[in-house]
């Protein structure tokens, strides 16, 4: 069996291919057990491909993201496509935050800097009752008459879902006139309890009907899947003699064209990267990286023995880690010396989390706790060379308070008390400014590349020193300022104990 | 004079480059209010994106003590869509008065919920019934924008949570509805200069949004003010005439916010007249207050009679109609700028539009302008392009989606309106006595920054 289906519009979400959860609690190192990989599972229910884990649910959540964002912040950052919304107006929001991630991340690459392209349908009441598809084919026309672009994706949302709009009918019809890929991405929020398939919809579009479908190899070519991170692999892959692809956010539809041609794939987080790195492989041949995630010396240097071992440049490559560790590490001690006591807790994506973790040690840091707002317990490739939080808690040691909570702001804060640390690293906005109230600082990694290889430590290390210094703000702060949660609620030790105790606040007799 | 080739231009459904959001957006117009916390029945992107959009990447407002990360939400799932989700809100409603600590809770719905048909009116009464404040709103994204689901929520609190009212009114009490909370990225420092000058001048104010505002005991006190303001085009007007009808309030509809000295006396004399106020204390404050700004307007005027380097002398404004006429008053009665093109943006009901046509037509005395009603940033783009505005471009006042515009048109942009994204704001205030020398400040900085 396939480990990918592409033969349906419709991507696999997250749970139904990988088992992925949104709530646990404990360490490092069951999670990583309990995740298979051919270590063992928990016995019933364990399906073909996904491990089934024990997750927490409880009755009290925050508001969490949706598929339709990550839709929104991939296809819609597509230089010169257009992404349709087919929605009611509300979730046209997204092209506020999404347009000014893009201009800045443009800005960064330096590339020109614009607005993005999105188009909201604009549904209403009516079109709820007779169907909104004659509005999609009006949106398609209009993008198509004002952009002219390569491609136009179609993101749908829960109303369009729920109503039963035929998407993939006014696509495909549209596809055949105006001669360029129309592609449905089936992205409704209520269809995964993680916004990460989001990801998975869009790349699973780009597979479909984007990549070529008889490539011509380019043997120094190798796809980074990434966001809109600062431009730090064309000079590290250059020392392999290899070229960059980087896809999806501000490629061009070339760019995703010639994704079948590359000679590997490689990602930041294997969390991004899962799904597309496996389909080419699976569909094309273009072989995904097998190996950790290039954070810290140990998942840097495998990392890149594996990609040179995989595009034949084995010599280069034990030339530029050489050079790299012997330049790194007397800056990295003087950084260790610096951070010598200092505690820091990690909340961010589930595989970057582990990266970062192995970041923050090699810096001697503590990590005592951290969180992810979701875990996979495996990968697209179910290749166990991926498996990045056994990497981590078997190179750098086990993380004794780990939590998987989706960017729950109100189990923050008794996790927090748990390990007490002078800093927190995030990407996510929602946690950053509960710890602030606390008088804890915050690093949010917005280029997230900035902790990625044997620079990467040094950038963390000294970002990190900076972010120690803003301490003076956020205590001030803290001295100020009212949480909004019951004091019953923050004497509360266990975060998770509404889902552990039926509801109730109070252990029962 | 400007001309105008709009007959290429088409109007569709499409919106490209949004300018206002859906209804449940209106959960800000629960957080605006001081510890009061909303509860999201909806899907699970739903808050996060109406907060990282309307209150993040518009001025970077933040979330406040009951908002952005904070709101609790369904995070409803294909369970909730096939078995419905009155089950799972009432575990939350439950939940979160378990967990947060919240003066009052407003239920507002998304689309999954409207769609499939949750009685959630049902949910909350049994909550309502033992006493728990709490009230709801249903605002679906298909049924109305964050200017629709303000008024919505601004009703559920007066018709759920306020209630009934028999007792007497106080004199010289007025309830203040104007600026829509979040959306306008300046609203805080509005309503607080708004509600300066109105004390200025012998009020008791409800601001009722914003720091300034008492929280949840100014709302139980609407019945008791002796009057309503409408601070804006049509805003508000629909909550006034309710409460006209409730409680037999009577309301006084001022469309033009006050910009600069001129506006805002000319307003407060409005007031004090409408209101029966003791004239004297009014012109005092007045006349304090004028005396103050024009020996700043004084300090400015060398700047703006002898700078060498050229300063606009036309003007586009593209936002909301309370932002856009206010602006285009200021900037043609005060500083005697030409209006180029006004583009209002936020789709007000049909029924007010040709009142705001009005106020353009007769901006000033030897001043008529015209204005046009858009949403879609394709179509309103392609207006600006194609009028024409003479030997030099016009400054725009506008929005993170005519920062492009502007490079395009060789001219400079200040970014007033949702969404702002290139500007942080605090108690920052736009209006009023204050407020107008901030604007000053900001328009000419922009101005001068730019030349070298």
Redesign the interface.
Known sequence: MKKINLDTPVVESREQRLGTIIAWDGKASELSKESAYGRGSCGSGCGDKARRLCELQ????????????MVECQAGNVRDAVLIQH???????????Y??IY?NGLAMRNLP???L?????????S??VFGGVD?LE??IR??WE?NHPKAIFIGT???T???GDDIDSVASRLEAELQIPVIPLHC????S?H?STGFDATQHGIVRQIVRKNPKKQEDLVNVINLWGSDVFTPMLAELGLRVNYVVDMATVEDLEQLSEAAATVGFCHTLSSYLGAALEQQFGVPEIKAPQPYGFAGTDAWIRELARVTHREELAEAYIAKEHERVKPQLEELRKQLKGKKGYVATGSAYAHGLIAVLRELGIEVDGSLVFHHDPIYDSQDPRQDSLSHLVDNYGDVPSFSVSN?Q??QFYGLLQRVKPDFILIRH???A??ASRLGIPAAPLGDEHHALGYQGMLNLGETILEILAHKKFHEDLAAHT?L??????LDQKDPFI?ARQN?S?HTEE | MSINEEKNIRK???????R??????AMHSASAIPRV?PI?HC????????????A???GFQ??G??G???????????K??VFGGAERLR??I???L?????DLFVVLT???SD??GDDVGSVVKEFQTQGVPIVFAET????G?NFTGHELVTRAIIDQYVGDYEGPRERASVNVWSLLPYHNTFWRGDLTEIKRILEGIGLKVNILFGHESQGVSEWRDIPKAQFNLVLSPWLGLQTAKHLEQKYGQPYLHVPVIPIGAKETSAFLRKVTDFAGLDTAKAESFIEKEEATYYRYLEDFSDFYAEYWWGLPAKFVVVGDSAYNLALTKFLVNQLGVIPGKQIITENPPEEFREGIREQYRTIAEDVSTNVEFEEDS?IIHQLIRKTHFGHKPPIIFGT??E??LAKELKTSIVEVG??T??EVVLSRSYIGYRGALTLLEKIYTTTVGASA
């Open positions: 409880g009755p009290f959540t925050q508001g969490s993201v949706c598929s339709e964002q929605s009611p107006i509300g979730c046209g929001a997204g092209q506020v935050i347009n000014s201009r800097v614009e607005n392209r999105l188009i909201c349908t604009n549904l209403q009441e079109d709820m509005k009006q949106s209009d993008a004002r949302s829960c109303a879902g729920i109503i409704e929020g209520f269809k309890k916004w960017r702001q109100y906005n929602g946690l400014p509960l009212r909004p949660y019951k004091r019953e609620w509404l509801n606040l | 569709t459904n499409s919106i490209q480059q949004i206002y959001v859906c209804a449940i957006a916390i999201t899907g699970p992107g739903c808050a996060d994106k109406q907060f990282m959009n309307v993040f990447y518009n933040g979330g003590y009951g952005g990360a904070v709101v609790p939400s369904t995070n409803a799932t294909e909730e869509v575990e939350l439950a939940s979160s378990t967990i947060l600590d919240a998304g689309c999954i769609l499939v679906g994204g298909f049924k924008n394709y993170t989606w920062r492009d949702f969404p994204s290139y």
